[in-house]
């Protein structure tokens, strides 16, 4: 199950190296002198931790172009951990028992 929703940039963090290359400064100039519309960028993905964290596994320029100019939020499509996704789904088969 993926949902969309507005993340904390603070609560984001990626396992690869941040793309600190032209392609992502080039984004972040756009984004600053408002020539490219954030809100039409398509979302990230991430998969949320069982620690509340969220891993980046695609967006990883957009992640950092919004961080580097100050953006606290960014819209992620959420997928859970599958720890998580089976604890769930087990805790509503019981409740269905």
């Not at 172009?65 to 959420?78: C, H, P, Q, S, T």
């Amino acid at each position: 199950m993926r949902e969309i929703k507005f993340i904390d940039i603070s609560n984001l963090y990626s396992e690869r190296p941040l793309p600190l290359n032209q392609e992502t400064l080039e984004l972040a100039m756009k984004i600053k002198l408002g020539l490219l519309n954030i809100s039409a960028l398509p979302p990230i993905s991430v998969v949320q931790k069982l620690t509340g964290m969220y891993q980046i596994k695609d967006g990883r320029h957009r992640f950092l172009a919004f961080k580097l100019n100050g953006i606290e939020k960014i819209k992620a499509r959420v997928s859970k951990e599958r720890n998580q996704l089976q604890q769930v789904e087990t805790l509503q088969k019981s409740l269905v028992l």
